[in-house]
């Protein structure tokens, strides 16, 4: 089955630094990766729609210069939390469909990220 | 009201009981319905996915979709400790839109 490995599994930074997290579809092209939140006991919130050679599309209310997504090839999509806060720490997840099936293959998650601000 | 809505849990079974989880939904456009199951700090994989009315099974699992009633089920058999989880169902309306989650519903299988 298509596997999406997501990089790195967790990671603790201060307070307003950057961190980059990187989402890759290992045995299929992904022209679209989705970027999820998901707070403690709670479902995915989508945050952002990451097309292969294009600008992100982001939720209502998440903030595009804070939360940097680039999708520079078909298997790497990455975000980038910038000046990174303490209500900022979350579990991040992203996801991406496999196309070579059916038109409404389901999504593929990666096993997530999780950010911890100090 | 929200789109999706699913019982939080905590469910909690004895070791081969036959769970039962649902999730009911108010967008008629909703053609396409996924479970996922996701462990503690790890990204949700995939178990079922239907798109039609009816049951389908896979080995332990069975989703079964009620369309008429917006409502849709995963039928867990023979439930064993490595089932505890939180089991999230999702639905989309295809043709490139958004998926829409439950909450989840964590499940606890004792031995």
């Known amino acids: 089955g298509a596997v999406v490995s997501q990089h790195p599994s967790w990671v603790i930074c201060k307070s307003g630094t950057s961190v980059k997290i990187e989402c890759r579809s290992l045995d299929f092209q992904a022209t679209t990766m989705f970027w999820y939140r998901q707070f403690p006991k709670q479902s995915l919130m989508l945050m952002a729609t990451?097309?292969?050679?294009?600008?992100?599309?982001?939720e209502q209310g998440v903030e595009k210069d804070k939360f940097l997504i680039n999708h520079a090839s078909l298997t790497l999509s990455t975000l980038t939390v910038t000046s990174a806060h303490p209500e900022d720490s979350s579990f991040y997840i992203c996801?991406?469909?496999?196309?070579?099936?059916?038109?409404?293959?389901?999504?593929?998650f990666g096993n997530g990220t999780r950010l911890t601000v100090t | 009201q929200k789109e999706v809505e699913q019982d939080p849990g905590p469910l909690s079974v004895p070791e081969g009981a036959i769970v039962s989880l649902n999730c009911t939904y108010s967008n008629s456009a909703f053609q396409y319905f996924m479970w996922y199951r996701q462990y503690s700090r790890k990204g949700p994989e995939l178990l079922m996915y239907t798109y039609s009315s009816g049951n389908k099974e896979d080995g332990r699992f069975t989703a079964q979709v009620d369309k008429s009633s917006k409502y849709i089920s995963l039928f867990i058999r023979d439930s064993q400790p490595s089932d505890s989880a939180t089991y999230l169902c999702a639905m989309t309306a295809g043709g490139g839109n958004k998926l829409t989650f439950g909450t989840g519903t964590q499940l606890k299988v004792e031995l």
């Open positions: 990451s097309n292969e050679g294009s600008k992100a599309t982001y």
């Open positions: 996801s991406a469909r496999d196309f070579r099936g059916q038109n409404n293959s389901p999504l593929h």
